[in-house]
């Protein structure tokens, strides 16, 4: 069996530096260790219309930010595949044909849709796309028979319930589809990175990111407003790196060579957690460090959105080309599963002869 990654983004606006630390930064590591066999990335369009229906002007533009986003960070189109979601006609005929596998009691008890519903105040009046996208979730994953789905530890849910979806059709018309695993980020911190303003969740829609395509005096600005640690009011009292985003962060981004460089009073993050925790660190001075370290980051990612910025009409042919390729992919899955489901009526020659004598006998 071919190892093969599917992941992917809702194109609704520009990709942060949660995005990058839970979940685009393994995404190049996976691409560039040789260990996979095809990787696919999907720009989730059709998904994102789930509920912004009212409003495609913000996935159209959108699409190109999340692919200037992916080239940036240094997704190889030569080694991946990017495609445009809406675009592969096959992931709606295969999501159509799961959601008979799959009971409305069994969506409402998927917590990301719990909890997805709730912090869109979607209590009232739920778009049924919305409440039913851990399907189409599955089809994007098994139309690539995907092993692997590199996501944050929010997805795991719909992974699950796509395993469900694959066990459940295998067991009523045979193996056709491949079972994924998720691939969480290593660093548990990173799994779901804070927002600047300290709340649970780096979110557009909350204000509280720094995006990969901000530029120096935006992020200094951001990290210089960050939340720390509300009782930690003069430089001597001890203070809580825990629940601290700029701790946080630090430990998302901060290197060995990063201390060398521009923080020497201190080896590693432990050292410098100790200080502040037992008073005598101040929060600016944690700050600036952390600033460096993000320009240290984003500054090559900088470098290279703006010579894409340069050269749309090679981000608009990765798009066209890739959305082929995995057009080829996902259609062959698809003539599969009608295989499998015996709804192949033009495809099988059978169909006709049965029939014949059935009525013929």
């Known amino acids: 069996m071919k190892n093969i990654i599917l992941t992917g983004d809702r194109p609704t ?66 080694k991946s595949i990017i495609f445009v979601q809406s675009s592969i006609p096959a992931l709606a005929e295969l999501n159509l044909y799961y959601l008979n596998l799959v009971t409305v009691s069994r969506l409402q008890r998927n917590p990301t849709v719990k909890n997805e519903i709730k912090m869109r105040d979607f209590e009232a009046s739920l778009p049924a796309g919305f409440f039913t996208y851990p399907v189409s ?28 979806i694959v066990h459940k059709f295998n067991s009523i018309y045979g193996e056709t589809l491949v079972s994924p695993k998720i691939l969480l980020p290593e660093n548990e911190s990173c799994r779901r990175l804070v927002g600047t303003d300290g709340k649970a969740k780096m979110s557009k829609s909350l204000g509280n990111t720094i995006f990969l395509s901000d530029d120096s005096q935006t992020v200094r600005q951001k990290v210089m407003s960050m939340f720390t640690d509300p009782n930690h009011l003069k430089v001597e009292d001890p203070g809580n790196t825990k629940d601290n985003p700029v ?12 201390f060398a460089k521009y923080n020497p009073d201190y080896k590693n993050l432990d050292e410098m957690k100790a200080h502040y925790e037992r008073g005598g660190l101040g929060d600016m001075k944690c700050k600036k460090f952390l600033y460096n370290v ?68």
């Open 247 to 258: 701790f946080i962060y630090l430990s998302c981004f901060a290197t060995e060579e990063h």
């Open 137 to 164: 979730q599955a089809a994007d994953i098994t139309a690539f028979d995907a092993t692997v789905v590199p996501a944050g530890e929010d997805q795991m849910p719909m992974v699950e319930q796509t395993q469900e």
């Open 294 to 361: 993000l320009e240290d980051v984003l500054t090559p990612i900088r470098e290279k959105r703006a010579y894409y910025e340069s050269h749309i009409d090679e981000v608009y042919d990765i798009i066209k080309e890739g959305t082929a390729k995995a057009n080829i992919k996902a259609n062959e899955t698809l003539k599969r599963v009608r295989n499998s489901m015996r709804i192949n009526y033009f495809e099988d020659e059978s169909f006709i002869k049965d029939m014949g004598a059935k009525f013929n006998s």
């Open 13 to 78: 606006g520009k990709l942060h530096i949660g995005h990058y630390v839970g979940s685009l930064k393994r995404r190049v590591e996976l691409q560039n260790s040789g260990k996979f066999d095809e990787i696919y990335i999907m720009i989730a369009d059709a998904q994102a219309l789930t509920d912004n229906a009212e409003n495609p002007g913000k996935i159209r533009e959108n699409l190109l930010e999340v692919v200037l986003d992916y080239l940036s960070i240094g997704i190889d189109p030569k």
